[in-house]
């Protein structure tokens, strides 16, 4: 059987497909669904209305990355202002305020996903049964 990976647009042979069947094996299991509906999360970008608009941004690992590297930027000065940050629509320029608010954003998008996260992630090591596990969802 194969499985189309997305991230790759290539296919995996997979012989078997693994079924968790004892508590442990189910957490472990879960716990990678809920890591995986967490980076699709954010990798789905959040929004944000510092410039007085809503604008959309893209926030993967290489856009977080990015978003570290501008605040460096800033903070040493070296940013162009107004700074331009790219979004979903394209280059949208903000003024020192409009940025502040925007890492505002997205400090309150990452972090309310982290605590999810990790929120479930403690859920799921006190579920006592499958089932219990099972209902725990992101």
């Known amino acids: 059987m194969q499985i189309l990976n ?3 647009n290539s296919y995996t042979e997979v012989n078997t497909i693994f079924i ?3 508590l442990p094996e189910y957490k472990l299991w879960k716990k990678n669904q809920i890591n995986n509906s967490y980076l699709s999360t954010l990798k789905a970008g959040f929004t944000s209305n510092a410039t007085g608009n809503p604008v959309e941004f893209f926030y993967d690992t290489i856009d ?3 978003f ?3 605040a460096l930027d800033i903070l040493a000065g070296n940013a162009p202002i107004p700074v331009p940050i790219p979004s979903k629509n394209g280059i949208v320029f903000h003024t020192l305020e409009q940025y502040k608010i925007l890492s505002k954003d997205i400090s309150n998008f990452e972090w309310s996903n982290q605590m999810k996260l990790h929120t ?3 859920m799921i090591d006190a579920s006592l049964s499958i089932s219990d ?5 992101w």
Not at 133 to 137: F, G, K, P, Q, V
């Open 120 to 122: 479930l992630f403690g």
């Open 20 to 22: 968790p069947n004892t």
């Open 64 to 66: 977080q990355t990015k």
């Open 6 to 8: 997305d991230e790759t």
């Open 133 to 137: 596990t099972e209902l725990i969802n």
């Open 68 to 70: 570290m590297k501008l």
